[in-house]
């Protein structure tokens, strides 16, 4: 639960407002136990004493503050790791009072929030919508992000009424946003204070803001979390045996499955309403049934397929169903952020479809067309026909964003109806999994008073954890043949029967091990490849990088494929690999001819044989991502060093630097701080540096031409210089800087740490490149280094800086190095050659 700095204080962050012992509030309101230092609440709630939604509650307390001010720092570009770490240590309910004003934008940390939980599938993630109400389009950001319950804040205690403060959208692509509205004013909670030794009395403390909102709604999913954890579904009373770990998805369909309207749902005020556990939690006093069917995202849809889903509802009582997935990132310049479109679909008597989100004063309209924007779909009937309804699912467009996997989308499904009796009272018997050589075949003799079986299955063998069965497909008969396995891994299979009320007890477990061919993809981090020229006599490009991991039991072995190519916006394919099957993690291109740039992709192949990977026929990743390098000799001529990011390209790149075509002032390429289409990186400090030169003059002149629209003065890029190998010191260009950090605030909210007094090329060249020069502070023999660094903040992103045309007078050129011109054994990179200088 971040929020605030280690040991919560009340500072003041530059151009905001107290904090106000921020994170204790938000925990409190989440997980806090009202009684005294040592005597903690009852677990069983007899008493009421002003605790927390989840007392008891285990808080995970991540510090992304700074100390002094309370500001929050580091997060953009570091939220990943934050999440991870969260997850590795059990957490599954991710709590966010913070963000950033983006208007509806959706930025990097929506991106990044994202790409979190299409990884983390078992996690949800909560965020504060923002307190820049009333007006439409202000949601902050990450409550930007597609997966995320992004909160609303409604009055004090039981009111049903936004407050005025409270962010609304909806976001700049058309999106439903906030997701859910809870309490958000005058709220009471735990009171922090500046004594960070003895513990105090409880005392609480009034707040307002999404802020408070939001550990309300978290802390309410913490219950909804240990509904399913403590084997509540499907029966309402407390069994082990149904224990159950639910995935994200399913816990956010839940939670907007039951909802308390407070308008005209769905809308960009109220979002789908206020928290309402009651109205859909299933226990065996209640009067509202429960069902819900969730899907992995290596056992979803695919572009074309649909499952599908049938209940029998009873007249007299409210009828809703709801999907919702977490969805792959798409580009930040995307006019519409959904990559994987599913489609919700509901037939009853009649016969008579609803779809997904088509809704008039609150309740579903027959008509209308498919969602194509969001990630959650509801149908909502207030007054529905007793009969057999049938719920579909539709992968109507599932094309992912290109990562392994994403071509295939998972989805958790909740639907809840008035309450039946189940005929299903006994398990299936004779359970067995075959494995065949497309599927593991799972037969089982029929539950009595089963439709339908409902599969599930866990990896590895039946000692796997009870929580850990998912469910993998509906069986109308026997067998159940599940075509989505991994060959070489053992699964383990329990099977329940159901009818249109619920479903049944779990049968026994069996296991058997996949003979299907293994399609995972190695491991393999491509942002660890580096390369560089060798600097030595003959034309030599090295590369190295960190060793990839197959997944794939039965091909073990990874060897690598080496791409290159003399642009940077080639496709790995036959036409451009260099070598197949290189089996260590350094290799020299010594084909690499003098002053030319060359850009490689370094791909990681498994041992297996029926993927199609170029080596041996294995699975291969598919990263596209390069590293440049450009060969020359280690020796240097006086004269003019220039670096136009056309060949040859000297500079080296610290990420998100690159080279592209979208802008130059001369020739094809330029260096720009951020991927092509998108604005550059919040919270990043990165740099790109020249390799050392040499002066042959005593007056050398740097001159360059750069084009930028950047943050005014939060955000910048600066000059800097090293002589000798010496420390990195300011080279601003003659006459100034156009600019500075002033608004960065004390201490500097930037990345980099630049003082608001520091120059810096901010704001806008007003679309053009300009020229910018200065004299080098060194003498003739030194040897310099030039760098260019980016800095920016948490947040407000824009196009970025293009860098081109760099020259150095009174410096000096790399000397060519010596080219192979016939390499013998070139496959097994045999550098014995015919070589030649070339000038």
Same mark, same amino acid.
């Given at each position: 639960m971040p929020g605030a700095s280690e040991y919560d204080d009340n500072q003041t962050c530059p151009?905001?407002?107290?904090?106000?012992?921020?994170?204790?509030?938000?925990?409190?309101?989440?997980?806090?136990d009202r009684n005294n230092v040592a005597t903690p609440t009852d677990p069983m709630f007899l008493s009421s004493d002003e605790d927390g939604m989840a007392p008891n509650a285990q808080i995970l307390f991540q510090d992304v503050g700074n100390d002094t001010t309370g500001c929050l720092t580091g997060t953009t570009g570091d939220l990943a790791l934050m999440f991870q770490q969260a997850h590795s240590v059990g957490v599954r309910v991710h709590s966010n009072s913070w963000g950033s004003s983006t208007g509806g934008a959706y930025g990097s940390s929506d991106q990044e929030v994202d790409n979190a939980l299409w990884e983390l599938e078992d996690m949800i993630i909560f965020y504060s919508a923002g307190n820049n109400g009333p007006g439409s389009n202000t949601i902050g950001?990450?409550?930007?992000?597609?997966?995320?319950?992004?909160?609303?804040?409604?009055?004090?205690?039981?009111?049903?009424?936004?407050?005025?403060?409270?962010?609304?959208?909806?976001?700049?692509?058309?999106?439903?946003?906030?997701?859910?509205?809870?309490?958000?004013?005058?709220?009471?909670?735990?009171?922090?204070?500046?004594?960070?030794s003895t513990p105090s009395c409880p005392t609480p403390a009034s707040l307002s803001g999404t802020s408070m909102s939001t550990p309300t709604?978290?802390?309410?999913?913490?219950?909804?979390?240990?509904?399913?954890?403590?084997?509540?579904?499907?029966?309402?009373?407390?069994?082990?045996?149904?224990?159950?770990?639910?995935?994200?998805?399913?816990?956010?369909?839940?939670?907007?499955?039951?909802?308390?309207?407070?308008?005209?749902?769905?809308?960009?005020?109220?979002?789908?309403?206020?928290?309402?556990?009651?109205?859909?939690?299933?226990?065996?006093t209640g009067d509202r049934r429960l069902r819900v069917w969730s899907r992995a995202n290596d056992v979803g849809l695919t572009t074309g397929q649909m499952h599908t889903y049938t209940v029998v509802v009873p007249a007299g009582a409210e009828f809703r169903a709801t999907v919702a997935w977490f969805d792959p990132t798409a580009a930040l310049g995307a006019g519409v952020q959904l990559v994987n479109n599913l489609d919700l679909e509901v037939e009853g008597p009649g016969p008579t479809l609803w779809r997904g989100n088509v809704f008039s004063g609150g309740v579903s309209t027959t008509g209308g067309t498919a969602d194509a924007l969001n990630t959650v779909e509801q149908v909502r009937l207030t007054a529905p026909t007793a009969g057999t309804y049938t719920i579909r699912v539709k992968g109507t467009a599932v094309p992912g964003n290109s990562k392994h996997g994403t071509d295939r989308q998972g989805y958790g499904l909740a639907a809840s109806y008035a309450n039946c009796a189940t005929a299903v009272v006994a398990a299936p018997t004779g359970v067995s999994a075959t494995a065949m050589p497309g599927s593991i075949d799972v037969g089982f003799t029929a539950a009595g008073g089963a439709t339908v079986h409902n599969v599930y299955r866990a990896d590895g063998d039946c000692s796997a954890p009870a929580g850990t069965f998912d469910f993998v497909g509906t069986a109308s008969g026997t067998p159940f043949s599940d075509s989505l396995t991994q060959g070489g891994y053992v699964y383990a299979?329990?099977?329940?029967?159901?009818?249109?009320c619920s479903e049944g007890p779990l049968s026994s477990c069996v296991t058997a091990t996949s003979t299907q061919p293994c399609t995972l993809w190695p491991t393999f981090d491509n942002d660890e490849v580096v390369a560089r020229n060798a600097s030595v006599e003959a034309c030599h490009n090295r590369l190295t990088w960190s060793a990839g991991t197959s997944h794939c039991p039965l091909g073990l072995d990874v060897t690598y494929n080496i791409y290159r190519s003399t642009t940077p916006y080639f496709t790995p394919g036959p036409g451009n690999l260099l070598v197949a099957g290189w089996p260590s993690t350094a290799f020299e291109d010594a084909s690499a001819m003098p002053h030319v740039t060359y850009y490689y992709v370094v791909r990681a192949e498994d041992g297996t044989t029926v993927s199609g990977g170029p080596a041996n026929g294995g699975n291969e990743s598919q990263s596209s991502g390069w590293v440049k390098a450009t060969a020359y000799a280690a020796s240097s001529t006086a004269g003019t060093f220039t670096d136009g990011a056309d060949t040859p390209s000297y500079l080296t790149l610290e990420g998100p630097w690159t080279v592209t075509n979208t802008q130059a002032s001369a020739g094809t390429f330029?260096?720009?701080?951020?991927?092509?289409?998108?604005?550059?990186?919040?919270?990043?400090?990165? @740099?790109?540096?020249?390799?050392? %030169?040499?002066?042959?003059? $005593? /007056?050398?002149?740097? &001159?360059?031409? =750069?084009?930028?629209? *950047?943050?005014?003065?939060?955000?910048?890029?600066?000059?800097?210089?090293?002589?000798?190998?010496?420390?990195?010191?300011?080279?601003p260009p003659t006459g100034g800087y156009p600019s500075s950090f002033s608004s960065t605030g004390s201490p500097p909210v930037n990345a980099c740490g630049y003082l608001s007094?520091?120059?810096?090329?901010?704001?806008?060249?007003?679309?053009?490149?300009?020229?910018?020069?200065?004299?080098?502070?060194?003498? @003739?023999?030194?040897?310099?280094? %030039?760098?260019?660094?980016? $800095? /920016?903040?948490?947040? &407000?992103?824009? =196009?970025?800086?293009? *860098?081109?045309?760099?020259?150095?007078t009174g410096a000096s050129v790399f000397d060519s190095c010596t080219a192979a011109l016939f390499v013998d054994g070139f496959e097994g990179n045999d550098t014995s050659a015919w070589t030649a200088t070339l000038p």
């Open positions: 151009g905001g407002s107290s904090t106000s012992f921020h994170g204790t509030h938000t925990s409190g309101t989440m997980a806090g950001s990450p409550g930007n992000a597609k997966n995320v319950v992004t909160v609303g804040a409604l009055g004090s205690a039981n009111s049903t009424t936004t407050a005025s403060f409270s962010s609304r959208g909806p976001t700049d692509d058309g999106r439903l946003k906030p997701d859910i509205q809870a309490p958000g004013t005058s709220v009471l909670s735990a009171r922090g204070d500046d004594n960070d709604v978290a802390g309410g999913t913490g219950l909804l979390r240990q509904y399913f954890v403590d084997g509540f579904y499907p029966t309402g009373a407390r069994t082990a045996a149904n224990t159950r770990n639910p995935l994200g998805s399913l816990m956010k369909a839940v939670l907007l499955n039951g909802t308390r309207n407070l308008s005209n749902m769905p809308s960009n005020a109220d979002g789908w309403g206020r928290i309402f556990l009651d109205n859909n939690l299933f226990f065996n299979y329990k099977v329940r029967g159901a009818d249109g330029s260096y720009h701080n951020a991927a092509d289409g998108q604005n550059y990186l919040a919270d990043t400090c990165a @740099a790109i540096t020249s390799p050392p %030169i040499v002066l042959s003059s $005593s /007056s050398a002149v740097l &001159s360059y031409k =750069a084009r930028y629209n *950047l943050e005014s003065t939060w955000d910048g890029v600066v000059t800097e210089i090293s002589v000798n190998g010496g420390p990195w010191t300011d080279l007094s520091h120059g810096a090329f901010s704001g806008s060249s007003s679309g053009v490149f300009s020229t910018f020069s200065s004299t080098l502070p060194a003498t @003739a023999g030194s040897t310099v280094q %030039i760098r260019w660094r980016f $800095s /920016s903040d948490p947040a &407000s992103e824009e =196009a970025g800086f293009f *860098l081109d045309e760099v020259s150095i």
